[in-house]
Nanobody, 119 residues
Framework: QVQLVESGGGLVQAGGSLRLSCAAS????????MGWFRQAPGKEREFVAR???????SYADSVKGRFTISRDNAKNTVYLQMNGLEPEDTAIYLC?????????????WGQGTQVTVSS
């Protein structure tokens, strides 16, 4: 059974930092694409960042230069380092994994962790 469990969310002041973790079980995170999405109240879920099997990364324009996605293969965990947080970053952050090694469809989802940035 595949599980993605996020942690590390919380309340932080604008300009602060948080590091989110996504611990995977039932799959090998380095064999698929892993990513982070977020959903703010009343808004649609939006892409934040992804890390491919090769280790290459991509980011939404709104977080580029402030957020960094990485993974620890030994721990089967993906991270999202968030610096320079802004109130607009307030959302539930969800970890996602693709369906398979050669299928990049987002398929596995965690329950999410709340990030709140105060001004």
């Amino acid at each position: 059974q595949v599980q993605l469990v996020e942690s590390g969310g919380g309340l932080v002041q604008a300009g602060g930092s948080l590091r989110l973790s996504c611990a995977a079980s039932g799959l090998t995170s380095s064999n698929i694409v892993m990513g982070w999405f977020r959903q703010a109240p009343g808004k649609e879920r939006e892409f934040v960042a992804r890390i491919n099997r090769s280790g290459s990364t991509s980011y939404a324009d709104s977080v580029k230069g402030r957020f960094t996605i990485s993974r620890d293969n030994a721990k089967n965990t993906v991270y999202l380092q968030m610096n320079g947080l802004e109130p607009e970053d307030t959302a539930i952050y969800l970890c996602a994994g693709s369906r398979g090694r050669f299928d990049n469809t987002w398929y596995y989802w965690g329950q999410g962790t709340q990030v709140t940035v105060s001004s």
